[in-house]
């Protein structure tokens, strides 16, 4: 149990563009999500967290404008980057949990690394 | 001073040999405690929670957890070259609404 997916694995896109991944928890329902960024050789940076049905709560430092999030359903989330420039470029990992079951154990997408040429 | 503090390493540990993994943590209010293991170019996965003060056992992991001291522990024993990893140590934040990370220790095991 508690496997989240994460599509694409990896994606890359012209600067300008948006990119769309979405993360999706396949045996369980997500109330609550994470995205992180992760820099080559660094952790894990919480970016934002999303509660099915409201709007995400960004970390300091990022901009909400840039990195769309959307938590329409207990299943799926979607983080967009939009605009993208090289400086965007970066492993993006998606964790989810479920506060109904009683536990706060986060389980993790498989991540996407994003290279924006 | 970070919220989740660990030695980035690297770890160098002969294989069979315990490996011993620390962190501290900053917020008093933390109740939920976890180690994930990532692999480079992979994501994290969970490999031990823990809640109460003393010790977890989970095969070759244990986990221990001393509040008082703000401080989370994972022992490896009879390690083994696939345990070679970075691993994180991760602690909800006191309203338990985001997860808060370490910087990760790097293990190296060590044939």
């Known amino acids: 149990g508690a496997v989240v997916s994460q599509h694409p694995s990896w994606v890359i896109c012209k600067s300008g563009t948006s990119v769309k991944i979405e993360c999706r928890s396949l045996?369980?329902?997500?109330?609550?999500m994470f995205w992180y960024r992760q820099f080559p050789k660094q952790s894990l940076m919480l970016m934002a967290t999303?509660?099915?049905?409201?709007?995400?709560?960004?970390e300091q430092g990022v901009e909400k404008d840039k990195f769309l999030i959307n938590h329409a359903s207990l299943t799926l989330s979607t983080l967009t980057v939009t605009s993208a420039h090289p400086e965007d470029s970066s492993f993006y990992i998606c964790?989810?949990?479920?506060?109904?079951?009683?536990?706060?154990?986060?389980?993790f997408g498989q991540g996407t690394r994003l290279t924006v040429v | 001073q970070k919220e989740v503090e660990q030695n980035s390493g690297p770890l160098s540990v002969p294989e069979g040999a315990i490996a011993s993994l620390n962190c501290t943590y900053s917020?008093?209010?933390?109740?939920?405690f976890f180690w994930y293991r990532q692999y480079s170019g992979k994501s994290p996965e969970l490999i031990m929670s823990?809640?109460?003060?003393g010790d977890k056992e989970d095969g070759r992991f244990t986990a221990q957890l001393n509040k008082a001291s703000q401080y989370v522990s994972l022992l490896i024993r009879d390690s083994q070259p696939s345990d070679s990893a970075t691993y994180l140590c991760?602690?909800?934040?006191?309203?338990?609404?985001?997860?808060?990370f370490g910087s990760g220790t790097r293990l190296s095991i060590r044939p």
């Open positions: 999303s509660n099915e049905g409201s709007k995400a709560t960004y």
């Open positions: 917020d008093r209010g933390s109740q939920s």
């Open positions: 991760a602690v909800t934040s006191s309203s338990a609404s985001k997860i808060i």
């Open positions: 823990i809640y109460s003060n």
């Open positions: 964790s989810a949990r479920d506060l109904t079951r009683g536990s706060t154990e986060a389980f």
């Open positions: 045996d369980f329902q997500a109330t609550t």
